[in-house]
């Protein structure tokens, strides 16, 4: 182990220890307030590009296991945590090649990020291999989170048949997409045919329904991918899920915008608006839909009111911000999913 430290663009350092891998990491600095679901977190795709802070004061003390892989290899760029809770999750991080960071004052970390908004950084390893002076130069020449097109990175290359068993068939256009969905796509009784982020309306339209996954960056420079869910709107149901409901907004004419922190963890309150009922939920993302009274706005977040839902009936469409497959998180949302393949059977 050797003393490393994570930089802010700021100038802000915080000290710590390493107990993975060797090197620096570059990235957007955020954090996540859920309590469990590291490993979950850590391979969750919509963290590509960002070194993420953990809340909790242990992390790591329950093991690793391949069931909980949201994607066959980590996604984020470093793990930052206030105590290391085994060396088995150290070891896991040092064999896929990731920065993680132990001793490190979450608190005021989390703090600095709320007060001042997530910002570029850099986890250095091994203090020795690069001054807090030096990473502070490299972090300002790294590119900012607003503006990234990251799907691509993320995304399948080819279409893939998951599963060819199910009452339904559903198409899945993969802009980073956790297993945890396809996993409760499966379970409700779907045939699942996966896609890449760019596929076109006519390869989607034949399909009893589309999802539209989670992933990451920005929505606005996804033009293409806009355009290509305003192709298939009226076509085929569609349920878009986290990025897939900012892609939705905006193919229907609403905006996104940059958060100051994001929302990242598994204890967001949600408004069901037309029935009044709270739901809490799973949540990650840095961008979101902008507020709306519009009829189509089905929820809201209660920390900010953003829109955290759509329904367009006579498209066929709707979306929620929230994670359904709450992989790690409560289960309020579980219906979702279930209830979209039983109505696209019905039809």
């Not at 309590?35 to 919509?46: A, C, F, K, L, R």
């Not at 950084?121 to 607003?146: G, K, N």
């Not at 991918?225 to 900012?246: K, M, Y």
Request: hydrophobic share 45%.
């Amino acid at each position: 182990m050797s003393a490393g430290y994570v930089a802010l663009e700021d100038g802000t350092v915080f000290p710590g220890r390493s107990v993975a891998a060797d090197g620096v990491a570059f990235g957007e600095a955020v954090f996540t307030t859920a309590m469990t679901g590291y490993q979950e977190t850590v391979t969750d795709p919509s963290f590509a590009g960002q070194l993420v802070a953990f809340t909790a004061p242990m992390i790591g003390n329950y093991g690793v296991a391949d069931r909980r892989l949201e994607s066959p290899q980590p996604w984020v760029k470093a793990a930052l945590m206030r105590r290391c809770g085994g060396a088995e999750w150290a070891r896991w991080l040092a064999a896929h090649g990731i920065v993680a960071l132990e001793d490190i004052d979450t608190r005021r970390l989390v703090l600095r990020i709320r007060e001042a908004g997530a910002m570029r950084a850099a986890a250095v390893a091994d203090e020795a291999e690069l001054s807090p002076t030096a990473a502070l130069e490299l972090i300002r020449e790294q590119p900012s989170m607003e503006g990234q097109a990251l799907v691509t990175a993320v995304s399948s290359v080819a279409p893939a048949v998951l599963n060819d068993d199910g009452r339904v068939r559903v198409a899945v256009v993969d802009y980073g997409a956790k297993a945890s969905i396809m996993r409760r796509l499966r379970q409700a009784g779907a045939a699942v045919t996966v896609f890449p982020h760019d596929a076109a309306p006519d390869d989607l339209a034949g399909f009893d329904g589309v999802l539209l996954s989670n992933g990451p960056g920005d929505p606005q420079p996804l033009n293409e991918e806009v355009a290509a869910i305003r192709g298939l709107l009226g076509r085929t149901p569609i349920l878009g899920i986290c990025l897939g409901h900012q892609l939705l907004g905006l193919a229907t004419g609403h905006s996104t915008y940059k958060l100051p922190f994001g929302h990242r963890g598994a204890n967001h309150p949600v408004l069901e608006r037309a029935s009044g009922r709270v739901l809490v939920t799973s949540q990650n993302h840095g961008f979101a839909v902008a507020p709306s009274d519009d009829r189509e706005a089905t929820y809201v977040s209660l920390y900010d009111g953003t829109v955290e839902g759509f329904d367009y009936p006579e498209l066929r469409a709707r979306s929620v911000q929230f994670h359904p497959e709450a992989g790690p998180g409560t289960h309020d949302a579980w219906p979702i999913l279930e209830r979209w393949v039983a109505e696209l059977e019905a039809r």
